[in-house]
């Protein structure tokens, strides 16, 4: 089965620094990739996915990740952070069945 | 529309107590899913309904069963519980479940469980 694995389950920056969220993925073959973010209290919603259209992919918020196959990564980034991205980040892949599998989180905390 | 909503947003039961958790999509998705997340855990899938029949179920305690009344509703009824369930449940629902597609999963709010 595929898995990822993110690096860092806390990470900091201050406000107006670049965010960068780590996450390697495990497989044989091109995966299915997703980044969702969880807010306080909250549901997951979709930052953005990775469907091998484009090694580039943009989400909301202003976030983006890049697809890189030499890396096995799908690092997800954000040019400038904001007080309100401090949230729980997850990294995901589909495996048989639909099953999404996460990876362990990572905690963004933004410093004003 | 890409809303999943969840009823109730807050529960607290006993572990005599029976009741169940109400989850709704009307985007036409064929797949629903039940999750448990424990505090600073990533979600654990419980349940997947495909075209409203049970498709998996991973290993979960017949304390917790699914039902699928029609493809927009998903109920979780919930009889017997320990103190170590208590948790956000979350609802999920996706196109069609299909097996390695970008099928993608928009999740609803959550229940906040606390079992006494």
């Known amino acids: 089965a595929q898995s990822v694995t993110q690096l860092g389950s806390h990470v900091s920056v201050s406000e107006g620094a670049l965010v960068l969220l780590r996450c390697n993925y495990s497989s044989s073959v091109p995966p299915y990739l997703f980044w969702y973010v969880q807010y306080p209290n909250q549901g997951l919603q979709l930052l953005l996915k990775?469907?091998?259209?484009?090694?580039l992919v943009k989400g909301i918020n202003g976030f983006e990740a890049e697809f890189k196959k030499s890396e096995t990564s799908f690092h997800l980034t954000k040019p400038s952070a904001h007080m309100s991205d401090a949230a729980e980040y997850f990294c995901a892949t589909n495996n048989a069945g639909n099953m999404l599998t996460f990876g362990g989180g990572t905690r963004l905390m933004v410093k004003p | 529309d890409t809303e999943v909503t969840q009823t109730p947003k807050h529960l607290v039961m006993g572990m005599t107590n029976k009741k169940s958790l109400k989850c709704e999509q009307h985007?036409?998705?064929?797949?629903m899913y039940w999750y448990k997340q424990k505090a600073k855990k990533p979600p654990e899938l419980m349940f997947v309904y495909s075209y409203e029949k049970l498709s998996i179920n991973e290993s979960v305690p017949s304390r917790f069963s699914p039902e699928c009344p029609n493809s927009s509703l998903l109920n979780l009824h919930l009889h017997a519980l320990q103190p170590e369930d208590s948790a956000l449940y979350l609802c999920a629902s996706s196109q069609d479940g299909t097996s390695g597609s970008t099928d993608t999963q928009y999740f609803g709010p959550g229940t906040r469980l606390t079992v006494l």
């Open positions: 990775y469907t091998s259209a484009a090694t």
């Open positions: 985007m036409g998705h064929r797949a």
